[in-house]
């Protein structure tokens, strides 16, 4: 990249640009994060940002749970962590402002996907803000959301599935394994997902390369959206008709921090969108690519978003990301008619497993092959059920208000605990848990292959 780090995603430097983020420093100022290293910087200018030293997610685990939050308590309405998938977890404060203004600009991006009488069934989970936006963007006119975080035992997975059928719904929004998990268990009803109804899938948390997208809008007969944001930054931008992720730049600016002998480059942001927890020169820690020219018009640049940097993998001289390794494996598994994957990446070579009914499909070694050339790679078919159980995800548990008290006088359940007041876990058949015992094995007996298979890699 030749171009300077802010001026590749956020466009020229404008007055307005420039006054949003001295704004941002000043607000910052308020939190005991940035009170010192912020005490009397103005911006005046995009290189008086890039001057700024850069805020990790060190900084902000080393600053604790109060350290980011710049109002009092009084102004803020939500509390907020990241899930610690990449390490601790780190904090965030918003207030109804900064909700206000991502619910706008999703629906503003998309309004003939969320428009009045559309109904959205909600999976995201309900400790990630993306839950609490898709219910605010209903509420400011744009759909009726079903509040169905998928870690709620009260709406497992058969449920929601049924909501959607029941409900009408026409837009699925939540984590990109959702609409695979959807897809199988309507499949085991004898139900063609395409024809439950749902014409869009809104989708964030993790990669969605275009394979990916591809499989899942050929499963629902429906349009992909992506989402892109972070606890830490709120929403930074969704993809557009034409697959483009564009960053929301009227809520954050971009900085693209290339990698040396790359096209690639660390995503760096400074919130202006942000009031409750903002953050100058946030260091995401996503690799991301920067792309111009969409074919939808939109005059802003687009965001290929590849991954964590830790999360790559050095395999055959090159480096893969997982939207790399994603978009292939996806791409093979729709080759069998599938949408359920796994990758395992073993030492020398890439492995993918695929759940597929099909017999003398396509060629899914050559596909995969083709989209990682000059990796070695292997591909598994398994058995449906193998990688997905949905035969147990249908045995979800059941739910009741949380009860201290039980009379056993009284006919009902013999209650002897808060636990089993609240949960009542069902009894599999036998069928069941033999097949259950069944897949537990073979999956034990093909990790024992694969780990001596490590082990004899490890010796020579």
Excluded at 48 to 56: F, N, Q, S, V, Y
Excluded at 315 to 337: E, K, S, T
Excluded at 410 to 435: F, N
Aim: aromatic residues 4%.
């Amino acid at each position: 990249m030749t171009h300077s780090p802010v001026e590749s995603v956020a466009g020229a430097a404008s007055d307005g640009l420039v006054a949003a983020l001295d704004a941002t420093v000043a607000r910052a100022r308020g939190s005991a994060l940035y009170r010192e290293r912020l005490a009397g910087v103005r911006i005046r200018s995009l290189a008086d940002l890039r001057a700024l030293p850069l805020t990790t997610r060190a900084d902000l685990q080393a600053a604790g749970t109060h350290g980011t939050r710049a109002l009092p308590l009084a102004e803020v309405c939500h509390y907020g962590e990241s899930s610690g998938t990449s390490g601790a977890s780190n904090s965030t404060w918003l207030t109804a402002e900064d909700f206000r203004r991502d619910a706008d600009a999703i629906r503003a991006a998309h309004p003939d996907v969320f428009a009045p009488g559309r109904v959205i069934l909600n999976r995201f989970p309900f400790m990630a803000a993306p839950a609490h936006l898709i219910q605010l963007v209903a509420q400011r006119g744009g759909g009726v959301a079903i509040p169905a975080g998928n870690i709620n035992w009260d709406v497992p997975f058969p449920r929601a599935l049924e909501l959607a059928r029941r409900t009408g719904a026409h837009v699925l929004a939540g984590l990109p394994l959702e609409p695979v998990v959807l897809g199988e268990l309507a499949r085991a009803q004898g139900i063609d997902p395409a024809r439950v109804g749902l014409d869009t899938l809104f989708l964030g948390g993790a990669p969605v390369p275009p394979a990916f997208q591809r499989c899942l809008a050929r499963v629902w007969g429906a349009r992909v959206i992506e989402l892109y944001g972070s606890t830490e930054t709120m929403l930074l931008g969704t993809s557009c008709s034409a697959g483009t992720l564009h960053p929301e730049t009227a809520l954050a600016c971009c900085e693209v921090l290339p990698l040396d002998g790359s096209d690639e480059g660390r995503l760096v942001v400074t919130t202006i969108g942000v009031e409750g927890s903002p953050l100058v020169r946030f260091d995401t820690g996503d690799v991301v690519r920067v792309t111009s020219a969409c074919a939808c018009g939109d005059p802003r640049p687009g965001l290929v978003v590849l991954g964590r940097a830790p999360d790559a993998v050095e395999i055959a001289g090159r480096r893969l990301y997982p939207y790399d390794l994603i978009d292939a494996a996806a791409g093979a598994a729709d080759v069998l008619d599938s949408s359920v994957f796994f990758i395992v990446i073993l030492p020398g070579r890439v492995l993918v497993r695929i759940e597929t009914r099909a017999s003398g499909a396509g060629d899914a070694t050559a596909a995969l092959r083709a989209r990682l050339p000059g990796v070695p790679v292997e591909v598994e078919p398994v058995e449906p059920g193998m990688l997905l159980d949905v035969e147990m995800l249908s045995r979800s548990p059941h739910v009741y208000k949380p009860v201290v008290l039980a009379d056993w006088r009284r006919p009902g359940r013999r209650i002897l605990t808060v636990g089993e007041g609240m949960i009542e876990w069902p009894r599999p058949t036998w069928a069941e848990g033999r097949r259950w015992l069944r897949r537990t094995l073979r999956t034990a007996a093909r990790r024992r292959r694969l780990g001596r298979d490590l082990a004899r890699g490890a010796d020579g």
